[in-house]
């Protein structure tokens, strides 16, 4: 998955260079090529990356419950000692 999201990513980027390449010369294709770059980005990549990054994390760790506010609490108590 590590890899796949390297190679979008880079794929991505080349779209858009190719993309403001092409803009030079003919506009109507380059803002194609720039478009569909980005909705690839946005709409493909992102959402990838966020799942790649978040499937082993509970979300109770980044919740304000009252326990992790206690915790939060005793931290900054050691800290100052």
């Not at 080349?14 to 403001?20: D, K």
């Not at 003919?26 to 946005?42: K, R, V």
């Not at 304000?64 to 609490?73: G, H, S, Y």
Request: proline share 1%; hydrophobic share 45%; aromatic share 16%.
């Amino acid at each position: 998955m590590k890899y796949f999201l390297l190679t979008l990513f880079f794929s991505v980027l080349i779209g858009l260079g190719i993309g403001f390449y092409i803009k030079l010369e003919d506009e109507a294709t380059g803002n194609l090529i720039i478009g569909l770059s980005l909705m690839i980005g946005f709409l493909v990549l992102m959402p990838l990356f966020i799942y790649y990054r978040w499937k082993n994390r509970s979300v109770k760790d980044y919740m304000l419950t009252k326990e992790n506010i206690k915790k939060m609490q005793d931290y900054q108590k050691d800290k100052k000692i």
